[in-house]
Nanobody
Framework: VQLQASGGGLVQAGGSLRLSCAAS????????MGWFRQAPGKEREFVAA???????YYADSLKGRFTISTDNAKNTMYLQMNSLGPEDTAVYYC?????????????????WGQGTQVTVSS
């Protein structure tokens, strides 16, 4: 499956952004779809995931601010990010792993998009 992330940009603290991840190549619902982010000098970290059979999952620190959603007809996943702060500045990646696998670490995911930069100014 090929993934294309978009929607990043520069936003002021307190603002919002919606990221998109368009998937192609195989049926969207065959995968668990995830969002990760990597800030400069830090490891890539889990943000959120969507499982067609099991619901949505969020990093504890992001619950209430970030919301994942999907449009099955468009094979697209979204990440709505609200109340952004400078600590949210990072490159955001979408990723996918087969439904029969498990785990929320980056190493659990097989397919990756190219990343989209999100910069939050204070």
């Amino acid at each position: 499956v090929q993934l294309q992330a978009s929607g990043g940009g520069l936003v002021q603290a307190g603002g919002s952004l919606r990221l998109s991840c368009a998937a192609s190549g195989r049926t969207f619902s065959s995968y668990v779809m995830g969002w990760f982010r990597q800030a400069p000098g830090k490891e890539r970290e889990f943000v959120a995931a969507f499982n067609w059979s099991g619901g949505t999952y969020y990093a504890d620190s992001l619950k209430g601010r970030f919301t994942i959603s999907t449009d099955n007809a468009k094979n697209t996943m979204y990440l709505q990010m609200n109340s952004l702060g400078p600590e949210d500045t990072a490159v955001y990646y979408c990723a996918a792993r087969p439904k029969y696998t498990s785990g929320s670490s980056p190493t659990s995911y097989v397919y990756w998009g190219q990343g989209t930069q999100v910069t939050v100014s204070s």
